[in-house]
């Protein structure tokens, strides 16, 4: 049996959003520090350094991706101006942007889920299978 790798990095950013339609006090301007999870597997570790992806580089484009939403009202950024800045849309949108990345830095890791919380005690998680 194969085995593979998994690795995790962790980011936070601090915005602010309203949830359009949401009927509480959530549709409200509100902020959050946002946590950001990454996960990236492979089955085949880079043969010169035993390594699956550089966790120096994958935190790298981790935060070039999260950059773009610091500090930011999620709800003027072009992504969602037609939807909501939600933990769920916004998962998908960072596992979107970092997958064309991590792609571009190695052929030896696939991410394999970005999640997002606004509080440490719930999270909403992003993964194409």
Known sequence: MDGKW???VDEAFCASHQLRNYNGKCEHLHGHNFGV???VEGTRLDPKVE???DFGELKRLTREV???LDHAHLNDLEPF??????SENLARHIYRALADRLAE???HASLRSVSVSEKGSSRATYLEE
């Open 37 to 39: 999870t990454v996960e």
């Open 81 to 86: 101006r037609a939807s909501n800045p939600s």
């Open 51 to 53: 390594i699956l992806v």
């Open 6 to 8: 998994r690795l995790t």
């Open 66 to 68: 999260v950059a773009e």
């Open 105 to 107: 830095l190695t052929p």
